[in-house]
């Protein structure tokens, strides 16, 4: 089969070309691309004309050192990605019939979901794509140069059969059988991971290693064995050039303690030891002196059902020292915030441990974080390692601006927000609201709390993860109508949490609906707290008429009455959500997850996808990433790095391709 052996101008030609623009361009455009039920946008990257030429040629290089890793995401999400996007891309380039041809729209349509679902499945949903175009037509284009294994990929590409989903949750099946995902070989049950992983656990030991996390289990006559991901090991020459990028980037570290860092990352992709994960955990942890910092591993396990293995990702980034003053107050009285909770006093946390909080900008994401990308994290996720040494923190604010920019002016308000002043209320006050919604819930909610001796932190199981999102988010709710926020400073109006309230609840009820399908359930952790959060409180409020659901012409509203009583009933359940997380109560927590957080309102949701089609606002965001370029003088030496704009959506992936292809497509 033939590689992607085109040159970039030709990859350019291929592609509509797009506006140069700058960061510091009025007219910087957000939006870059759209298809199916994705909104591609972009984001500036403000500040980085500002760091050192030290600082930013270490941005340079763990940039390099996320790019590197690319394949590897691609390959864990399903062992024929590899092969389906260089025979997707491939195609693609060799492209010379008219553009207008259905089959070839609908071809570029699913090319570009694929480079979105970093494989053949929705980064979402996890539901694999459908190609609307034909198999016929696609076995034309290809032709002669079909590789060795193209039936295989076409029955992948086309039955429906086939790895339906990339990851299944529905209780009582095996989990790992009927997931399409490669973090497991051809095979491997649910039982047998399940008893291999508790013959290795000593319930005993209170610095547990992430068990699982950077390996793939296998069978190997009749008995499972993990592939380890390392240098040597499985994905080692994506690691091996990872690991080159980090060398030259521990030389432009800013301090000896970033250095050491950098250090233990390439000491751990080197031995695949999960104790060296741990030592690098703990040195990221304590690092709070350094402006630039990163992501750069196996990190979050929502990709594995077993919720074991890391899927691979990088965010680089560097402090946003102004608005870091907005978190560094929440993170300074975040004693004040657990003594006055609304909780029984039995459940608080008498000593609230290393909660560092930052807003950062994020200079590049990759693997796991693109091009769908979370707004706010907190790690490391080794419970040992947070109680013992704490966590980081983060908003990423310029990825919340982007967002917020690309919104305006799409129609959703007029659509969907009340009346004119809720209009203006959350023009004014969602952006900054959002991103204190934002801070509390990292910084503050997901800490807060204990557990009362004894409790298996499991005991809330399949719902955990539901209803820990709820109890951060509920934190977060109730302190956001707190007089101590205008006091800090943190908010200049008492009533500028009413433009978050309006829009959490307008979110839970009713617009959030428009990502599900007619017919299914709500299924994400998030989004299933989100709707428990609201039901509960429109149901608890009715006696007061709190909130109400308003018909005008036809339309169904949501209308606040009484935004104090409101915070009362956030108050109310994050008490009840902190006892069943406290007692470990998971009967409780499965009865209000099965009442208020799952099953839809077929008219209501029916209502929402209507209304929104008229929008065509895309469900789903997600991102290109800004081009850094190293300027060199005469003789060779480094004077700047460039940050640049301009590649548009499909351009930045083919690049990507050609340019970061590590393992055997
Ligand atoms: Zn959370």
């Avoid at 004309?49 to 999400?77: C, F, M, P």
């Avoid at 997707?88 to 570009?112: C, I, M, R, V, W």
């Avoid at 999102?469 to 109730?478: G, K, M, N, S």
């Avoid at 959060?533 to 209308?559: C, S």
Wanted: charged fraction near 25%; charge should be negative.
């Amino acid at each position: 089969m033939k590689h992607n052996t085109l040159s970039y101008a030709i990859i350019a030609a291929a592609l509509t070309s797009s506006l140069t623009v700058q960061a510091n361009d009025d007219n910087f455009n957000y939006v870059v691309d759209r298809f199916a039920d994705i909104e591609v946008l972009r984001y500036k990257v403000p500040g980085f004309e500002d760091l050192s030429l030290q600082q930013k040629q270490l941005v340079y290089h763990l940039t390099e050192a996320a790019l590197a890793g690319r394949d590897i995401l691609w390959d864990q999400n399903g062992r024929y990605n590899l092969p389906i996007r260089d025979l997707l891309e491939t195609t693609f380039l060799n492209y010379t019939g008219s553009k207008k041809d259905p089959n070839y729209q609908a071809f570029e349509k699913y090319l570009k979901q694929v480079e979105f679902g970093n494989g053949i499945h929705h980064h979402y949903s996890t539901d694999k794509f459908v190609p609307e175009f034909s198999k016929e037509w696609f076995v034309a284009q290809v032709g002669d140069d079909a590789p060795a294994n193209f039936d295989e990929l076409l029955e992948v590409i086309f039955n429906p059969a086939v790895m339906p989903k990339r990851v299944n949750q529905a209780a009582g099946e095996d989990l790992i059988l009927t997931s399409a995902n490669n973090l497991y070989g051809e095979g491997v049950t649910q039982p047998e991971v399940e008893a291999y992983f508790a013959a290795l656990k000593d319930p005993a030991d209170t610095t547990p290693i992430s068990y699982g996390r950077n390996s793939r289990i296998v069978k190997k006559d009749g008995k499972l064995v993990e592939e380890v991901y390392k240098v040597g090991g499985l994905y080692s020459p994506a690691i091996e050039r990872i690991v080159a990028n980090l060398e030259k980037a521990a030389t432009f570290a800013e301090n000896d303690r970033q250095r050491q860092v950098i250090n233990t990352l390439i000491k751990y992709y080197r031995t695949g030891d999960l104790k060296d994960f741990d030592e690098y955990s703990i040195q990221w942890v304590e690092d709070l002196d350094s402006r630039v910092d990163f992501i750069n591993g196996f990190i979050e396990s929502y990709g594995d059902p077993l919720g074991m293995t890391g899927s691979w990702e990088s965010i680089v980034n560097f402090k946003n020292n102004e608005a870091s003053h907005r978190t560094e107050l929440i993170s300074d009285n975040a004693q004040w915030f657990e003594d006055h909770s609304p909780v029984d006093p039995r459940f608080r946390r008498e000593k609230v441990k290393g909660v560092s909080a930052k807003v950062i900008t994020a200079a590049i994401l990759a693997g796991d974080s693109y091009p769908a990308t979370p707004i706010g994290i907190n790690l490391p996720n080794a419970n040992w390692i947070r109680s013992s040494h704490g966590s980081k923190s983060v908003t990423i604010e310029n990825i919340t601006q982007a967002y917020d920019e690309a919104s305006h002016g799409n129609g959703f308000n007029e659509e969907f927000v009340i009346d004119q002043p809720t209009r203006d209320l959350l023009d004014k006050y969602l952006f900054i609201t959002d991103n204190l919604h934002t801070d509390l819930h990292e910084c503050l909610g997901h800490g807060s709390g204990q557990l009362l001796p004894g409790v298996d932190p499991d005991a809330l199981r399949a719902h955990g993860s539901t209803l820990e999102e709820t109890r951060a988010d509920l934190f977060a709710l109730y302190y956001l109508a707190d007089p101590k926020l205008v006091e800090l400073g943190l908010l200049d109006n008492p009533e500028a949490y009413k433009a978050e309230y309006y829009k959490y609840i307008l979110n839970g009820l009713m617009t959030q609906l428009m990502r599900i399908e007619p017919g299914k359930d709500v299924e994400e952790a998030h989004m299933r707290n989100r709707k428990l959060i609201a039901e509960w409180v429109y149901e608890q409020g009715k006696p007061d008429n709190v909130i109400e659901l308003v018909n005008i012409d036809g339309k169904t509203f949501v209308k606040i009455n009484d935004y104090q009583a409101l915070r009362q009933l956030f108050g109310k359940l994050l008490a009840e959500i902190q006892r069943i997380k406290s007692e470990g109560d998971y009967q409780a927590g499965a009865d209000l997850v099965e009442k208020y957080a799952v099953k839809v309102d077929p008219k209501l949701h029916q209502e929402v996808l209507d209304r929104y089609s008229k929008l065509s606002i895309a469900p789903y965001k997600g991102f290109v990433n800004p081009v850094y370029t190293l300027v060199t003088d005469n003789d060779g030496n480094v004077t700047d790095v460039t940050v640049t704009y301009d590649e548009s959506y499909l351009q930045q992936h083919l690049r990507y391709s050609r340019d970061y292809s590590t393992l055997p497509q």
